[in-house]
């Protein structure tokens, strides 16, 4: 891995304009459906039957091993079915309520009272809260490295630097109390004496806003970043704002640093404000393909569909349909997907903007490997999966880091030849974990 002065450099246009759109509540959708694997880890396991009645921020899934989370009814009404659900290659269960349009709160909901930071992470873990910017990471399990580490620098994440996406910039503008509230349970429990808010300067509002509201705070400081793609991502927002590096295999932690959303911080703020864990969040719907676009406040577990309908509908045949931004987000193949905790935007294309380029060879040009945030080549990557020997493939990819990338796809945007390298660099890595989970258990099995 290759440092740089500034890491990332890549200028894209960013279609923010949904920018200066509040965010709207969307009417109680007929039903939601809620995935049982809606952060990293193990998939929750339900706790209610079909036929069970349920109101608003009801557990209804207990987290269920290493790093999951609860899930907790988003409307309330009737279970209809528990049933398998697969979205983006990975299968689960889920659970759809039809609703019954009250949105009764659940009676047993109560503003935690933690005394101590082990009282706090339980609760944090009763809110259900992940990481809201994508990566899905619980959020307890985040915080809990302050059980073995000082952490003296948090570092909230505002960036927002993928193109579309306006919902954390929304957040930022119309929470900050809650941004301040987050921050004081930070200082009462973790005890880290430096609080970072690292906005693009493509948010001009937000970060006045929020330096303004923490003039008088010396712990807390806005730092307007490059407008620069991916500025979000937890190597590059490290760097560039702290002159910290991350090794591979190592954790933040160790570094005395954690990351964290700034609506994830919102959302844990909010549920030590009512009580109500996490059952709704801002999502920018654009793109296209879309006849309104907006901010949307909705309900977890609603559909595509019912947000596209929220906008007015379409105004023409959807050619990609995806979760995210259009550089790192995820595509579905249908409008009755659900909306997942992790879902910051919902990105629907027209037919001739969905369209791919055809591809090319190669002609070793280097931009992939001189725009790559980490100095990574995934020129090498793509030869090695072209190898049918595995474990010269492996030898490679492990030799020129692969699992290093961040899948930014900072290389695919900037291939004058069009090559996938995007989707090799994923295949790689994919590649990689699995052999080398293998070459484990082989190791083990061998004992």
């Not at 009737?78 to 979205?87: C, D, G, L, M, S």
């Not at 609080?195 to 970060?207: H, S, V």
């Not at 001739?352 to 090498?380: F, M, Q, W, Y």
Request: glycine share 8%; hydrophobic share 40%; charged share 25%.
């Amino acid at each position: 891995m290759s440092l740089k002065k500034t890491i990332s450099s890549l200028k894209l246009p960013h279609y923010k304009g949904t920018a200066g759109m509040a965010a709207v509540r969307m009417a109680v959708p007929k039903e939601v459906l809620l995935p049982m694997n809606m952060h990293s880890g193990q998939a929750a396991e339900p706790v209610v039957a079909a036929g069970d009645h349920v109101t608003v921020g009801q557990l209804i899934a207990r987290e269920e091993g290493r790093n999951s989370a609860p899930v907790h009814a988003t409307v309330s009404g009737t279970v209809k079915a528990i049933e398998p659900y697969a979205a983006g290659g990975r299968k689960t269960t889920a659970i759809r309520i039809e609703s019954d349009g009250k949105m009764e709160k659940c009676p047993d909901l109560s503003i935690p009272e933690p005394t101590n930071l082990d009282e706090f992470l339980a609760c944090v873990r009763e809110s259900g809260v992940v990481g809201l910017g994508g990566a899905a990471f619980p959020v307890w399990a985040k915080l809990a490295a302050a059980q073995k580490s000082h952490i003296s620098t948090v570092l909230i994440n505002g960036a927002e630097c993928e193109p579309f996406i306006t919902s954390d910039h929304r957040v930022m503008l119309e929470h900050g109390d809650l941004i301040e509230k987050g921050i004081a349970l930070l200082k009462r429990f973790l005890g880290s004496e430096e609080y970072i808010i690292g906005i693009e300067k493509n948010k001009p509002d937000a970060i006045a806003a929020l330096t303004e509201r923490f003039r008088d705070d010396p712990a807390v400081r806005v730092m307007p970043l490059d407008s620069v793609y991916p500025q979000g991502a937890k190597q590059v927002l490290l760097y560039n704002a702290t002159g910290k590096v991350v090794g591979p295999g190592q954790r933040l932690a160790s570094l005395g640093v954690i990351i964290i959303n700034v609506t994830s911080l919102v959302k844990t703020a909010e549920f030590f404000t009512t009580g109500m864990p996490l059952v709704e969040r801002i999502v920018t719907v654009e793109g296209s393909a879309v006849r309104e676009p907006k901010n949307l406040i909705v309900p977890i577990g609603c559909s595509i569909r019912d947000l596209v309908e929220a906008c007015g509908g379409l105004k023409e045949e959807p050619g990609k349909i995806i979760y995210g931004g259009a550089m790192m987000g995820k595509t579905v193949d249908t409008l009755d997907a659900s909306v997942l905790k992790a879902t910051n935007a919902v990105v629907i294309m027209n037919r001739k903007d969905a369209e791919k380029t055809k591809p090319s060879p190669c002609i070793h040009c280097g931009r992939c490997v001189a725009v790559c945030p980490l100095g990574l080549n995934p020129t090498a990557f793509a030869r090695a999966m072209e190898l049918e020997d595995e474990a010269a493939r492996a030898a490679i990819l492990q030799k020129e880091q692969v699992s290093l990338c961040m899948e930014c796809g900072c290389c695919s945007y900037v291939c004058p030849a069009h090559r996938p390298l995007a989707e090799n660099n994923s295949a790689a890595r994919r590649f990689i974990r699995g052999w080398e989970t293998a070459q484990k258990e082989k190791k083990e099995g061998s004992k």
